[in-house]
C-alpha cells in the first residue's frame, strides 16, 4: 500500500488600501488599481504609459478592494486554515507588500472595535471558541510564542531582558523541522491571556518613523501558536496532535529616496530589504519548478519560513497594495511575487505519532474496502432479481419498501415518480381506450396535484415546527448551551456562504479560461470573407498579448536596474559609513587592542556571520577568570609596597592610599617652661637645649593630612620664637 501524499498550492489573497492624505497631496487624483472581486481580479494601470498601452491583469484566488471588510476578509480566506490548524496541521498567515501599505492593519487592526479586529485577534477567538465547544473526552493545550527579525537577528519579545539579551540561534531537527533555540513558551489559557502576551511583545517590537509611514514596522514580526490535542483513539488510548500556527507580520519594502531614512533606520532598510529579497529568490525558485536548489539559508526570514513555503503547512499570503499613481513600481512589483507565489506546491500532513497516522491509514483503507463490498452485494442483489423475472409491480413494491424506511419526505417524492412513470405508461399504451386513457390520466393529474399540494403543506409545516423549536429551550439545556449551538449554526453558515462564494469564484475563473480555449472550436464560417475576418480578429489580438508581454520583458527589465542601482546606492552609503570606522580604528584605538579584537573573531558557517570567542576558553569554562592584582584590590589604582606597609602600621603613617600627604611644616605647641626659669637657671637651660635640640627649635615632624590641626595662639607664638633666638646666642657662646 502506498503513501500518497497530496499536494495543495499557497493560497494568496490581495487587498488595497483606501488613499490618505498623503497620498492626495503628493500626486495626483484617482487610483491606479482597479479590482474585479467576481473574477477575483486585479487591473494595474500604468499612469506614465500611453492611454493605447493594455493594463495589467492578474488574477488571483481572492481579492479585496478598499471598501472590503476585516471579517469578509478572515471568514472567506483565513478561517478554513485556522480549522486546519485546529485538525494538527501548520498554517502559516504572512502579509507581504510595501511599506505603509496596511499589512500590520490586516493582520492586528484595531483590537476594541470588534469590525477592525484584524486576522491576530480573530483567530484568537476562534481557536479559543472552538475549544469551548468541543466534546469533554478531548484535552487541549495552547502554547504562545513572540519574536522577530531586527538587523538579521533573532530576538524574543517575551523575555524581560529583551534589549540586553544575546540574539536567538535557529536550529532544525528532522520531527519539528526549523526552530528557535531558547525561545520563550507562554501557556494560556484564555483569549484575555493570550492578549496579554501579545501586547506584551508589541511594546517592544522595533518601530520608527519615515517619510512614508509614522509607525513603520523596522523588524519582521513572527506570533506562533502551538495547539496540542488529546482525544481517545479507537484502541481507547489517548492520542496527541500538533498544530502549529505562524502569524507573520512583514516590514515593508522601501526605498531610501521615498522613505529618507538615514544613520541608523538606512541599515534597518538595508537588512529588511536584503531578507525580502532572498524571501523573493525563494518564491521565484519554487515556482519555477526547475531549480534543483532552494536558498533557504540566504536569510533567517526564509529560513523561518522554510516549511511553509513549499513544505509541511498550509500557506496563505495576504499582498497589500496602495493606489497611488507615485507607488506604481511597488505595487507592480508586489502583484509580481504574488502571481509567482500561487504556483508554489506545499505538502500539508497531519502532526501526529506515526503510529495514529499508519492507523488511520488502515482504517481509511478498511472503510474504502467495506464500502466496495457493500456496492457489489447490492448489485449482485440487483442482478439476481432481474434474472428471476421480477415485473415492474414488484419493482415498485421493493421501492415502496425502501421507501419507508426512509423520512416522510422521501416518501412522497417517490410516490410522485411513481404516479409520473404510471402516468407515462399510460400515455404509451397504445391498446388502452381514448376514453379510459383520458380519465386515468385524469386521475393521476388530480393525485399528482393533491400530492404535490400536501408535499408543499408538509415543507411549510416542518419550516414553522423548526422556527417555533428554534425559539424554545429543550429541558436539560441551559441558556448558554441553547446560545452556543446557535453561534455555532450561525458559524457553520457563515463558513458554507464563503465556501460557496469561493467555489463559484473558481468556476468563473475555470469557464473564462475554457471559452478562450474553445471558441475557435465553436466558430463556424459562411463565407470566406466571414473567416477571414474572424483570423484577422483573432490575429490582432494575439499581436496585442504579443505586444503586452514584450511589454512585460521590458517592465522586468527595467526593475531589474532600478533595483541594482538602489542596491548601489545603499551599498555606496554603507561603504562610506564603513570608512569612517575604519578611520575611527586606525587613529583612535591602539594597535595591540585591535589586534586582541581580531583574534578573538571567528566566523560561524551555520549563522553565516563574525562572533566573539569567549574570553574564557571552552575547555576551561569550570575555571574562574584570574583575579585583579593585590595591588589593586580595593582601590581606585595600583599602590606601592612601601605604602601597603604605612597603612598597616596604622592611622600616624604619612602615606595613604593615594600616595598622597601634606608637607606643610606644623608649629611645635609652646613652650612655658622656658618664660618661669630665672636667670640664674640660664646655664642650665643652655645645657638642657644642647641635650634637646629639637625642642629648643621648636620644630617637630610634619603630620599626615588626616591629623586635625591644633591652634596656636598668636602671643604664645611670638613669645617662643623670641626664646628660640634669646637661646641660639647663649649656645654659640
Known amino acids: ?24 497631496s503628493n500626486g495626483p487624483a484617482g487610483g491606479i488599481v482597479q479590482m474585479d472581486l467576481r473574477l477575483g481580479q486585479v487591473i494595474l494601470r500604468n499612469p506614465r504609459a500611453p492611454v493605447t498601452e493594455p493594463q495589467k491583469t492578474f488574477t488571483f484566488d481572492a481579492v479585496y478592494d478598499s471598501s472590503s471588510k476585516q471579517r469578509d476578509l478572515y471568514d472567506e480566506s483565513v478561517r478554513p486554515l485556522i480549522d486546519s490548524v485546529l485538525e494538527g496541521f501548520n498554517g502559516t498567515i ?19 472595535d470588534p469590525e477592525k479586529r484584524g486576522v491576530i485577534p480573530n483567530a484568537f477567538d476562534h481557536i479559543f471558541t472552538h475549544i469551548s465547544r468541543s466534546q469533554s473526552d478531548k484535552q487541549y493545550l495552547v502554547r504562545a510564542s513572540y519574536l522577530e527579525i531586527y538587523l538579521e537577528e533573532i530576538r524574543d519579545l517575551l523575555d524581560p531582558k529583551h534589549g540586553t539579551a544575546r540574539s536567538l540561534e535557529l536550529r532544525e531537527s528532522p520531527e519539528t523541522g526549523v526552530y528557535v533555540r531558547d525561545l520563550t513558551s507562554c501557556v494560556c489559557k484564555s483569549i484575555k491571556e493570550i492578549e496579554e502576551v501579545m501586547n506584551m511583545g508589541n511594546q517592544a517590537r522595533a518601530v520608527g518613523a519615515t517619510d512614508m509611514n509614522e509607525h513603520s514596522s523596522r523588524s519582521h514580526a513572527l506570533f506562533l501558536i502551538t495547539v496540542e490535542c488529546s482525544l481517545p483513539g479507537p484502541d481507547g488510548r489517548k492520542h496527541i496532535r500538533v498544530g502549529r500556527l505562524n502569524l507573520v507580520d512583514l516590514a515593508g519594502s522601501e526605498r531610501q529616496a521615498k522613505t529618507g531614512v538615514q544613520g541608523e533606520r538606512l541599515k534597518e532598510a538595508a537588512k529588511i530589504n536584503l531578507s525580502l529579497s532572498a524571501l523573493g529568490n525563494v518564491i521565484s525558485s519554487l515556482a519555477d519548478g526547475r531549480s534543483s536548489h532552494v536558498p533557504y539559508r ?81 448489485r449482485s442483489k440487483q442482478k439476481k432479481e432481474q434474472v428471476d423475472g421480477e415485473g415492474w409491480d414488484d419493482g415498485t413494491e421493493r421501492e415502496e419498501e425502501i421507501a419507508e424506511e426512509e423520512v416522510e419526505t422521501e416518501e412522497e417524492a417517490d410516490d410522485y415518480v411513481r404516479l409520473e412513470m404510471e402516468t407515462e405508461a399510460i400515455r404509451g399504451d397504445q391498446f388502452m381506450l381514448a376514453e379510459e386513457k383520458q380519465r386515468l390520466l385524469g386521475e393521476k393529474e388530480r393525485m399528482m396535484g393533491d400530492l404535490r399540494k400536501e408535499q408543499e403543506a408538509t415543507e411549510q409545516l416542518t419550516a414553522k415546527y423548526k422556527a417555533m423549536e428554534s425559539k424554545l429551550l429543550v429541558g436539560g439545556k441551559n ?33 473564462m479560461a475554457q471559452d478562450e480555449e474553445t471558441l475557435e472550436l465553436r466558430d463556424t464560417f459562411t463565407s470566406l470573407q466571414q ?37 548601489e546606492q545603499t551599498q555606496n552609503e554603507l561603504t562610506r559609513e564603513l570608512k569612517f570606522k575604519y578611520l575611527i580604528i586606525e587613529n ?16 560561524d558557517p551555520e549563522e553565516d556571520q563574525w562572533k566573539f570567542q569567549p574570553l ?16 589593586a584590590v580595593g582601590y581606585k589604582r595600583p599602590i606601592s609596597q612601601y605604602a601597603r606597609v604605612a597603612i598597616a602600621m596604622g592611622a600616624q603613617s604619612r602615606y595613604r592610599a593615594e600616595n598622597i600627604m601634606f608637607l606643610e611644616l606644623d608649629m611645635s605647641p609652646p613652650n612655658t617652661a622656658l618664660l618661669e626659669r630665672s636667670a640664674e637657671a640660664e646655664p642650665n637651660q643652655s645645657h638642657s637645649v644642647d641635650s634637646s635640640p629639637t625642642k629648643s627649635r621648636g620644630v617637630r615632624k610634619s603630620q599626615s593630612w588626616c591629623q586635625n590641626p591644633k591652634s596656636i595662639p598668636s602671643s604664645s607664638s611670638n613669645v617662643s620664637l623670641a626664646a628660640c633666638h634669646a637661646a641660639a646666642p647663649m649656645a654659640a657662646q
Open 588 to 603: 583612535f584605538i591602539p594597535p595591540e587592542e585591535k589586534n586582541k579584537i581580531m583574534n578573538r573573531l571567528t566566523f
Open 298 to 378: 540566504d536569510s533567517k526570514l526564509t529560513r523561518l519560513l522554510q516549511d511553509s513555503l513549499g513544505g509541511n503547512a498550509k500557506t496563505v499570503m495576504v499582498a497589500t497594495l496602495g493606489p497611488a499613481s507615485q507607488h506604481y513600481d511597488e505595487t507592480l512589483t508586489t502583484l509580481r511575487y504574488a502571481n509567482r507565489a500561487k504556483n508554489i506546491q506545499n505538502q500539508p500532513r497531519v502532526n501526529e505519532d506515526p503510529k495514529d497516522a499508519l492507523l488511520r491509514e488502515f482504517q481509511t483503507e478498511i472503510a474504502r474496502l467495506r464500502a466496495q463490498l457493500n456496492h457489489r452485494k447490492w
Open 616 to 631: 574564557v576558553p571552552a575547555e576551561s569554562k569550570s575555571l574562574q577568570m584570574q583575579k585583579r592584582p593585590t595591588s
Open 1 to 24: 500500500m502506498s503513501k500518497n501524499k497530496s499536494s495543495e498550492s499557497v493560497k494568496v489573497v490581495v487587498r488595497c488600501r483606501p488613499l490618505n492624505q498623503r497620498d492626495q
Open 531 to 567: 473567416e477571414v475576418e474572424a483570423k484577422t480578429k483573432k490575429l490582432k489580438k494575439l499581436y496585442a498579448k504579443l505586444q503586452c508581454i514584450k511589454a512585460e520583458i521590458q517592465d522586468v527589465n527595467d526593475e531589474h536596474v532600478r533595483s541594482r542601482q538602489e542596491l
Open 94 to 112: 504572512f502579509a507581504y507588500g510595501q511599506t505603509g501599505t496596511g499589512k500590520t492593519y490586516t493582520m492586528q487592526g484595531a483590537w476594541m
Open 479 to 511: 441558556i448558554i448551551d441553547h446560545t452556543n449551538e446557535q453561534q455555532k449554526m450561525l458559524e457553520m453558515k457563515r463558513t458554507e456562504i464563503a465556501e460557496q462564494t469561493r467555489n463559484e469564484r473558481e468556476i468563473q475563473q475555470q469557464m
